[in-house]
T-cell receptor, first 108, second 113 residues
């Protein structure tokens, strides 16, 4: 079993829908990162969380340390949100642990 | 700030050739990483460094070497390229222990034929 699991693996939504991507992890962590990767593109950090909730534009990220779970929400989704979203945890060692990503496609 | 700069963006190698992927960051981050990303797979750690002069192996180090002579630069050397090294390579840096920013380069797509 992977130490970081994301769900769903693939997600197709209609423009305007509210989207939730989940990340569960099995190790103790000091921080969790949500990353975005557009097709053929680089990887961009969206959020770093160690507790609570963060919001940036239409994106909201939450984390529950006790339950070892984080969610990334996208409100009023748009085709330009189509990308792979990756959860990465920092277990306090020198190395991050990555999920395999959630591939999101938003249809116009 | 340029962030993390990787070169080249694309490269085709013949089996047995060698090359170096360059990575430079201008954020004074101590931690630097090299990952490879294969289709449908998560990022796999090749090598990492916690500061100038200190490097260590990740999950998939075979066929690669690194050096870290300065805080800014973390080149990845591929020796005797093999088709299994066809992948997209990402360099990343972090200031873990500080604001915990994690920044990636734009990626280098390498094909070994």
């Amino acid at each position: 079993k992977n130490e970081v699991e994301q769900s769903p693996q693939n997600l197709t939504a209609q423009e305007g829908e509210f989207i939730t991507i989940n990340c569960s992890y099995s190790v103790g962590i000091s921080a969790l990162h949500w990353l975005q990767q557009h097709p053929g593109g680089g990887i961009v950090s969206l959020f770093m969380l160690s507790s609570g909730k963060k919001k940036h534009g239409r994106l909201i990220a939450t984390i529950n340390i006790q339950e070892k779970h984080s969610s990334l929400h996208i409100t009023a989704s748009h085709p330009r949100d189509s990308a792979v979203y990756i959860c990465a945890v920092d277990p306090g060692t020198y190395k991050y642990i990555f999920g395999t990503g959630t591939r999101l496609k938003v249809l116009a | 700030n340029a962030g993390v700069t990787q070169t080249p963006k694309f490269r085709i190698l013949k089996i047995g050739q060698s090359m170096t992927l360059q990575c430079t960051q201008d954020m004074n981050h101590n931690y630097m990483y090299w990952y490879r990303q294969d289709p449908g797979m998560g990022l796999k750690l090749i090598y990492y460094s916690v500061g100038a002069g200190i490097t260590d192996k990740g999950e998939v180090p075979n066929g690669y070497n690194v050096s870290r002579s300065t805080t800014e630069d973390f080149p990845l050397r591929l020796e005797l390229a093999a088709p299994s090294q066809t992948s997209v390579y990402f360099c990343a840096s972090s200031d873990r222990g500080g604001a915990n920013v994690l920044t990636f380069g734009a990626g280098s797509r390498l094909t070994v034929l």
